[in-house]
């Protein structure tokens, strides 16, 4: 089986996606998208509680494995959000993370 670029993977999800929503205004199908974070978001929170257990009614109903593959599903959602609203995904990515990262660890003057 050959290896996919992240990228490339983000792509045919997206391309599923797009196949599988239906005639929509573009509008929509960014807002939808965006707002799916936010869903996913809220799952990673329940496994934290879960794990963590912080809610003495459900006490420990997850694991830190959950919260990793919640983690995941909150950065994919995100990647095909991205991939949504920009024509290069990956540039937009890779000039932000970069400019995150030089901002962070610039050299001590």
């Given at each position: 089986m050959?290896e ?13 996606l ?27 929170a ?11 009614r ?16 909150v ?18 990515f890779?000039?932000?993370?970069q ?11």
């Amino acid at each position: 089986m050959m290896e996919a670029n992240t990228w490339d993977s983000i792509g045919r999800l997206k391309k599923w996606l797009d196949e599988e929503a239906g005639e929509r205004p573009e509008s929509e199908t960014r807002l939808l998208r965006v707002l799916k974070i936010g869903e996913e978001f809220g799952e990673v929170a329940e496994a934290v509680h879960g794990a963590s257990g912080s809610n003495p009614r459900k006490g420990s109903s997850h694991d830190w494995g959950h919260v990793e593959k919640e983690l995941t599903d909150v950065i994919v959602t995100a990647m095909v959000a991205l991939a949504t609203v920009s024509p290069d995904p990956q540039k937009a990515f890779d000039g932000r993370l970069q400019g995150l990262v030089d901002r962070v660890l610039k050299p001590q003057e």
